[in-house]
């Protein structure tokens, strides 16, 4: 299983951006998906998530301004980002796994930068 996210770029302060990730399988369609961000210095942050049947949960940090969604049938997780701020600068991150009784099994999409300017 492979994660692919896209769609990170430079924009202005107040602007918006909409992030994907594919995965090569169907693995979204019977797990939760995760969105990360790590910017510079500072620890990987939980940003979003959303389960298979399409609950979603946001960090306080991202809440009324982030929409997490998914499309089962591509196969593709969307992080809709909006009123972006300076903060928000950070490498993006998609997150699923699979687990056993015996082992977790970790996916990680290879990162998109996002830079908010002010």
């Known amino acids: 299983v492979q994660l692919q996210a896209s769609g990170g770029g430079l924009v202005q302060a107040g602007g918006s951006l909409r992030l994907s990730c594919a995965a090569s399988?169907?693995?979204?369609?019977?797990?939760?998906v995760r969105w990360y961000r790590q910017a510079p210095g500072k620890q990987r942050e939980l940003i979003a998530a959303?389960?298979?049947?399409?609950?979603?949960n946001y960090a306080d940090s991202v809440k009324g301004r982030f929409t997490i969604s998914r499309d089962n049938a591509k196969n593709t997780v969307y992080l809709q980002m909006g009123s972006l701020k300076p903060e928000d600068t950070a490498v993006y991150y998609c997150n699923t796994y699979t687990s056993t009784w015996a082992e977790r099994s970790d996916y990680w999409g290879q990162g998109t930068l996002v830079t908010v300017s002010s």
């Open positions: 959303i389960t298979s049947g399409g609950s979603a």
């Open positions: 399988g169907s693995i979204f369609s019977t797990n939760t």
